[in-house]
């Protein structure tokens, strides 16, 4: 056995018994490295991280005596659309007792495709985004010696400040319970009467993608400043505001949405990004919305939320909560977690090019969840533009309509900086 698993662990692990809840990433190659090189860098990968090597059964990470993992060349096919392999791998179950992640590469001399797919549990964007990082270079200098092995790392609040564990942390977490039923039974007044997100159990998820260009992002970085909030807080109004618009014609109503925080800076002590683990916590936030607000009003409204929440160290608390709020979704099965989700990663450690390699595309996908955001994205800043992923559910939408809801979070972030400065 490496370990049980930590408390958010367990409410990840808990989610993909309900329904699959994968991470997939993709890297879109140019000059890309052989099958074989691929696959001698996974294999190095492998054996330097603990939980690559891992399964899981009754609660525990196991490790295998004789680690493999599934590793699929394809030869690249001209009508290849690889959308559609995100789909597949965001909807198949991995089984945890066979292993934690897989890998499927679309193969030909001058473009490739490299698709990991990954039990959420084992991953948060940081480690996942490294771990690209070590791939590519491993690609690189496969003559080098290998990266040494590293050892497992704790659960994630084992490692929280001393004021957030012991009695301390069981006061602090009694008032945030209290202050989340009181926020629950506010929402549910407010939002009689009105549209209910619907619950369709079952679904198939799919994603959609787009890239926005460095004068966009250098626009809406200086006007953030200006506004005194972050583009985290501008990307998740311009999220619920499209959402509003397209699925809540535009009606004034509060709506959730979840922010996500990255712990890893946080703990005791800071936990490197070298390690392959899930650090993060997610926060939920209820704001008014309506279809003709002010971006800017939203973006400042869901900013003093989000700042208030972390400055007085909601973070941990969620975290330490996390378990019990997904036995009760999961439980109920009556309701949805929130209308929307995003997660900002900010600027990835990824280089455009490895020697001759280069990175022409970097996505990240979370598999949709029946219980959970109506909408859900993905975002990080590589090579200066804005790479968004986004998710949807079938039973929620079919896909014009969230080719839509994509069109208007652009729409409304060229707006957003349109005639300023």
């Given at each position: 056995?490496?370990r049980?698993?930590?408390i958010f662990?367990?409410?990840?692990?808990?989610s993909?018994?309900?329904?699959?809840?994968?991470?997939?990433?993709?890297?879109?190659?140019?000059?890309?490295?052989?099958p074989?090189?691929i696959?001698?860098a996974?294999?190095?990968l492998?054996?330097?991280h603990?939980?690559?090597?891992?399964n899981?059964?009754?609660?525990?990470?196991?490790?295998?005596?004789n680690?493999?993992?599934?590793?699929?060349?394809?030869?690249k096919?001209?009508?290849?659309?690889?959308?559609?392999i995100?789909?597949?791998?965001?909807?198949?179950?991995?089984?945890?007792t066979e292993?934690?992640f897989?890998?499927?590469?679309?193969y030909?001399?001058?473009?490739?495709?490299?698709?990991?797919?990954?039990?959420?549990?084992?991953?948060?964007?940081?480690?996942?985004?490294?771990?690209?990082?070590?791939?590519?270079?491993?690609c690189?200098?496969?003559?080098?010696?290998?990266?040494?092995?590293?050892?497992?790392?704790p659960?994630?609040?084992?490692?929280?400040?001393?004021?957030?564990k012991?009695w301390?942390?069981?006061?602090?977490?009694?008032?945030?319970?209290?202050?989340?039923?009181?926020?629950?039974i506010?929402y549910?007044?407010?939002?009689?009467g009105?549209?209910?997100?619907?619950?369709?159990?079952g679904?198939?998820?799919?994603?959609?993608?787009?890239?926005?260009?460095?004068?966009?992002?250098?626009?809406?970085?200086?006007?953030?400043?200006a506004?005194?909030?972050?583009l985290n807080?501008l990307?998740?109004?311009?999220?619920?505001?499209?959402?509003?618009?397209?699925?809540?014609?535009?009606i004034?109503l509060?709506?959730?949405?979840?922010?996500?925080?990255?712990?890893?800076?946080?703990?005791?002590?800071?936990m490197?990004?070298?390690?392959l683990?899930?650090?993060?916590?997610?926060?939920?936030?209820?704001?008014?919305?309506?279809?003709?607000?002010?971006?800017?009003?939203l973006?400042?409204n869901?900013?003093?939320?989000?700042?208030?929440?972390?400055?007085q160290?909601d973070?941990?608390?969620?975290?330490?909560?996390?378990e019990?709020?997904?036995?009760?979704?999961?439980?109920?099965?009556?309701?949805?977690?929130?209308?929307?989700a995003?997660?900002?990663?900010?600027?990835?450690p990824?280089?455009?090019?490895?020697?001759n390699?280069?990175?022409?595309?970097?996505?990240g996908?979370?598999?949709?969840?029946?219980?959970?955001?109506?909408?859900s994205?993905?975002?990080?800043?590589?090579?200066?533009?804005?790479?968004?992923?986004?998710?949807?559910?079938?039973?929620?939408?079919?896909?014009?309509?969230a080719?839509?809801?994509?069109?208007?979070?652009q729409?409304?972030?060229?707006?957003a900086?349109?005639?300023?400065?």
């Amino acid at each position: 056995m490496l370990r049980p698993l930590g408390i958010f662990e367990r409410a990840l692990f808990l989610s993909d018994q309900h329904a699959p809840f994968n991470v997939v990433s993709v890297l879109r190659l140019e000059s890309p490295p052989s099958p074989r090189i691929i696959k001698h860098a996974l294999d190095a990968l492998q054996t330097r991280h603990p939980l690559l090597q891992a399964n899981i059964k009754e609660g525990k990470f196991e490790r295998f005596s004789n680690p493999s993992f599934p590793f699929k060349v394809i030869e690249k096919q001209e009508e290849f659309n690889w959308l559609n392999i995100v789909e597949q791998e965001m909807n198949t179950r991995l089984n945890p007792t066979e292993g934690l992640f897989h890998g499927i590469y679309i193969y030909d001399p001058n473009h490739a495709d490299l698709f990991l797919t990954f039990q959420h549990v084992i991953m948060d964007a940081a480690s996942g985004m490294n771990l690209l990082d070590e791939l590519l270079r491993i690609c690189v200098e496969n003559k080098m010696p290998p990266l040494p092995p590293l050892e497992i790392v704790p659960p994630v609040e084992e490692q929280f400040p001393a004021s957030f564990k012991g009695w301390r942390g069981s006061a602090k977490m009694m008032g945030y319970a209290l202050a989340q039923m009181v926020d629950e039974i506010q929402y549910q007044g407010s939002v009689r009467g009105k549209r209910k997100r619907a619950i369709y159990l079952g679904g198939r998820g799919f994603p959609l993608t787009c890239t926005l260009p460095e004068s966009l992002v250098d626009a809406l970085s200086k006007r953030c400043r200006a506004q005194k909030v972050t583009l985290n807080s501008l990307l998740n109004a311009s999220l619920l505001l499209a959402t509003n618009l397209h699925l809540y014609d535009g009606i004034a109503l509060p709506m959730r949405t979840f922010a996500f925080a990255d712990l890893r800076p946080y703990t005791v002590p800071p936990m490197p990004i070298e390690h392959l683990a899930n650090y993060i916590s997610m926060l939920r936030f209820t704001v008014d919305v309506s279809g003709g607000m002010d971006i800017w009003e939203l973006t400042g409204n869901l900013h003093n939320r989000i700042y208030r929440a972390l400055k007085q160290g909601d973070k941990f608390l969620a975290s330490k909560m996390s378990e019990s709020l997904i036995k009760m979704f999961v439980g109920m099965k009556s309701m949805r977690m929130g209308a929307t989700a995003l997660n900002y990663s900010g600027a990835v450690p990824l280089e455009s090019e490895y020697g001759n390699i280069k990175v022409r595309g970097l996505h990240g996908f979370l598999s949709s969840f029946d219980l959970g955001p109506e909408v859900s994205a993905q975002a990080r800043l590589f090579n200066n533009e804005l790479w968004l992923d986004f998710m949807f559910l079938e039973t929620d939408m079919d896909r014009e309509k969230a080719e839509k809801i994509v069109r208007e979070v652009q729409v409304i972030l060229e707006r957003a900086v349109s005639g300023w400065g």
